[in-house]
């Protein structure tokens, strides 16, 4: 898509968010980033929390979600496009977080950098640039079945309404489609072995993997089982129970029949092929 704003304007605005972010954080001697991913609606802020309280909070965070609105021409493009603005906005943020991770692992901050693993290119680049300035470098994954992060994404649109603030659609095509390139995609960082750290965690926050604990383990074989099983019929109440009021009945028993066999008992166990 066409660029709708200047590299001095995309400079200014780095400027601005630069300012925000280093408030409250410091450079380290011996800097870690922490490379989150998950789809959309899984909950990536947790993971989040974890890695920024192994630093006491000195941790900068990075998520091109949060850059959008500082695009130039935001609210014109929210006018013109409604839901789909997020189209518009996507290059402008993709290139807000290639800056901002340049410019402050110069510094050696902390990182935490939200991403989703729809490739391993992204990933694998982000990994080589910062672990050649220095840092430590892991990949934190969250756990989460699809039909909750896919309902996740409905609660969260719904309440940002609410609040009348600009909720951002997500259309189940892309939620879908990240879930399956996640999954295939962790399967080829663990074969090609850049990440000596790769971490699983649940939405509790739980570790459910550590790859330097039980290195011979490939953690996309977690995702496979957890996505084949048949959900019990408490988990089917309680995610009634957490989402009807919002996106109501006949949605949440909808995306329950969608997903009931998203990933067949046949794809169980392929990463270790």
């Not at 192994?54 to 850059?67: E, L, Q, V």
């Not at 901002?100 to 992204?122: F, M, W």
């Not at 072995?193 to 965690?201: A, L, P, S």
Request: charged share 30%; glycine share 6%; with cysteine.
């Amino acid at each position: 898509m066409q660029d709708n704003y200047t590299p001095q304007e995309l400079n200014e605005q780095k400027e601005r968010i630069k300012d925000d972010l280093l408030v409250s954080a410091a450079p380290d001697a011996h800097p870690h980033a922490y490379l989150l991913a998950g789809q959309p609606g899984a909950g990536k802020t947790k993971l989040a929390d974890i890695c920024a309280r192994a630093h006491g909070g000195n941790i900068i965070f990075i998520s091109s979600d949060d850059y959008r609105r500082y695009h130039p021409r935001f609210t014109e493009l929210q006018a013109q496009y409604g839901d789909d603005a997020v189209l518009h906005t996507q290059q402008f943020a993709g290139k807000m977080t290639e800056a901002l991770i340049d410019d402050l692992s110069r510094a050696q901050y902390h990182l935490i950098i939200e991403g989703t693993l729809r490739t391993t290119e992204v990933p694998l680049r982000t990994h080589n640039l910062l672990a050649s300035r220095g840092y430590d470098v892991s990949l934190n994954v969250i756990l989460v079945r699809p039909e909750k992060s896919y309902l996740s994404t409905q609660k969260r649109y719904w309440l940002m309404e609410e609040a009348g603030l600009t909720p951002r659609m997500t259309p189940r095509e892309h939620h879908d489609r990240v879930v399956r390139s996640l999954v295939d995609n962790l399967h080829t960082l663990y074969e090609q072995d850049t990440f000596q750290g790769i971490r699983i965690y649940n939405r509790a926050g739980e570790c459910l993997y550590d790859k330097e604990k039980t290195p011979f383990r490939d953690p996309s074989d977690l995702f496979r089982e957890e996505f084949s099983r048949e959900l019990t019929s408490r988990e089917k109440t309680d995610i009634e129970e957490d989402y009807a009021p919002y996106v109501g009945r006949a949605m949440v028993g909808e995306t329950l029949r969608a997903y009931a066999k998203f990933f067949s008992q046949e794809e169980r166990g392929k990463g270790g092929r």
